[in-house]
């Protein structure tokens, strides 16, 4: 970020983001660390956590984030990891944030969803008092795009509360797992989807 103060809801002008892109796509190969056989016996997983240890690895990843946001007035983390990053990105955008959590976490009253994974069903939850985002406009921010499930029960859980859901931002989409094509299906294919790298 500049050193100037940008105003609430500007983005990085494209320049920046675009050698932000170069700079994390880099800091990505340096750092990021393949295990195998996790989650489960055949899937390497790529381990991003020494990325964002990694001063340059997270400065650069968040303002790639923001590449192509404009007009934002909120940014929405999922829990966990994107909390990590949807603090930086609003400070980025300078605009607020709001965490999405999981079920449980919050205390009442909230906004509830509920929704299918794979191995069962999950909860996400916002508050449902304290704070009025009826109107704004939202980039919603988490680590890695997978299947797309939680993307999509985000994003309802926001338009229910009455935001508009402008655009997704993640650090990595897993090929294969027709994530983009479920928040397409739920969400609508001229919903933006941003991704720093395909892995």
Do not use: W
Request: glycine share 12%.
């Amino acid at each position: 970020m500049t050193d100037d103060v940008r105003k609430a809801g500007s983005a990085p002008d494209d320049d920046i983001t675009t050698r932000a892109l170069d700079e994390a796509r880099r800091a990505i190969d340096d750092h990021a660390r393949m295990v195998a056989d996790f989650p489960a016996p055949g899937i390497d997983f790529k381990d991003l956590t020494p990325v964002l240890a990694d001063p340059v690895g997270l400065s650069s990843v968040v303002t790639a984030l923001t590449h192509g946001c404009r007009g934002i007035d909120l940014v929405a983390g999922i829990d966990a990891r994107g909390f990590l990053l949807g603090g930086a990105v609003a400070r980025e955008l300078a605009v607020g944030v709001l965490a999405v959590r999981k079920g449980g976490k919050l205390p009442p009253p909230v906004h509830s969803t509920s929704y299918t994974l794979e191995y069962g069903t999950a909860v996400l939850e916002i508050p449902a008092s304290g704070i009025d985002i009826s109107g704004m406009r939202v980039l919603l921010v988490d680590d890695v795009l997978a299947t797309g499930g939680t993307v999509v029960a985000a994003a309802q859980l926001l338009h229910r509360a009455g935001a508009d859901v402008v655009g997704v931002a993640v650090i990595m989409e897993l090929d294969g797992l027709g994530g983009r094509a479920t928040i397409a299906e739920g969400l609508g294919a001229d919903l933006p989807v941003h991704t720093v790298v395909n892995g």
